[in-house]
């Protein structure tokens, strides 16, 4: 009778200790990227450079990308901050360099053409990982979602693409600490 | 949890690791092994690749990832696999101590899901990668934590925040502004405060739009010491 007593609260004390924390990180991208300049509008441009938002991205977002991060935490929180990075890979061809590929995650309007350098908030693809946004995870469920923009920088020393499209990769990481 | 992974299938596409982080007190010269648990929560076929990565803390905080050519600490089975909508995959990690370690080892496990072959004529193809941190913190080590130094430039105050202790620290830390003149007295919480064993990270708060007076600017860090340790700095504007 008095195991029967003790075990509910007991029960309840083992749920909310940190043994039993149940953690999930979940990251979601809903779409890939295409630049398809021959079907964009103003081309071909008559300034240089000329900045030209995706033909191809995703359906919530237009201008590029939708991003969804979530943490689950039951019964007690164990990391701390969750940070949400971005990095690119290759060059997508020998004459079109990746800092070509600017983004953003606040809003922005496309840069007027002849701007030689995309302001702010406006970031370049760069090889090294830049921090996109990190928040602290508050009660069970944490979500975040952002819209990612991306704008194609066409210089006058770019090479025709090919036929088959040029392409580069992009890693976008999330993680707790 | 089936019906958690139902709900999730339902609201979102994409993978998911649990748990988010791998944290043992462990003495030198041990071998432990923990399972993480992958799942698509996708309506398509997802292929994982895992892999591991160091990473280094500069003084804004800054997290910097450096790849390993050959982690012997750890080992990771599998290494890559296909995934199913709705299917998970127990992923064993092992990891080994040395057996002089004085301080805390640590680093990250990276599931990366490469993209599907039909985005191959896209112009950007996204790696989704999902980081999980471990730490293997010496047996006996504790947290200490201190405030070293305060100084104003460029029209903030900053704080130089430095983690003595051989394990890493998670600290809560409290930033408030008194107008010495006015009594009147702001206060802002920054949350949880990361710092990696023996580094040091700058805090910084703006005063470029402060009036003009007397103020004392107090940072307060809790870290699960005896007690929370504050700086104090008194500047005029």
Known sequence: MMIKKLS????????????????????????????????????????????????????ANPEGIR???TVFNFFGQTVSNVYLDIKGG?????SVSLSQINWTIDPATLPPAGTPIPPPPWHPLTNTWNNVAYFAPNGIVTTRRYSMDFCFKLEGDDDPTPPQGITTTVYIRFYGL | ??????????????????????????????????????????????????????????????????????????????????????DNKDVRIT??????????????????????????????????EIGVPYYLVPLGTFTQ?????SFIRHDSIFFLVSNTGLRHLRAKATYKLENVDKKEVSE??????????????????????LKNGKYVARLKIDYGGAFAIEGVKSFVK
């Open chain 1, 8 to 59: 509910l609260p007991l029960f309840i004390l083992f749920c909310f200790s940190k043994s039993w924390a149940i953690s999930i990180i979940i990251l979601r991208i809903d779409s890939n990227v295409t630049f398809d300049l021959g079907s964009a509008a103003n081309f071909p441009p008559s300034v240089l450079p000329a900045y030209y938002y995706p033909t191809q991205a995703s359906g």
């Open chain 2, 188 to 209: 802002r919480t920054l949350g949880s405060v990361f710092i990696l064993p023996e580094h040091s990270i700058y805090l910084s708060f703006p005063i470029d739009t």
């Open chain 2, 145 to 149: 934590c201190d405030i070293d130094t």
């Open chain 1, 90 to 94: 290759n060059d997508p061809s020998p």
């Open chain 2, 1 to 86: 949890m089936n019906t958690l992974l139902l709900i999730l299938m339902l609201i979102s596409q994409g993978f998911m690791v649990q748990p988010d982080r791998i944290e043992v007190e462990v003495a030198g010269g041990k071998r432990i092994t923990r399972k993480l648990v992958v799942t698509n929560i996708s309506s398509d076929t997802i292929f994982i690749r895992v892999h591991v990565e160091k990473f280094d803390q500069d003084s804004s905080g800054k997290i910097i990832f450096k790849k390993v050519a050959d982690d012997s600490t750890v080992v990771i089975n599998p290494l890559e696999f296909n995934l199913a909508p709705g």
């Open chain 1, 67 to 69: 991003i969804t991060t």
């Open chain 2, 95 to 128: 990891l080994s101590t040395p057996y002089d370690m004085p301080n805390e080892i640590w680093g990250m496990i990276i599931f990366s899901q490469l993209p599907p072959p039909e985005e191959k004529f896209a112009t950007i193809r996204f790696v989704r």
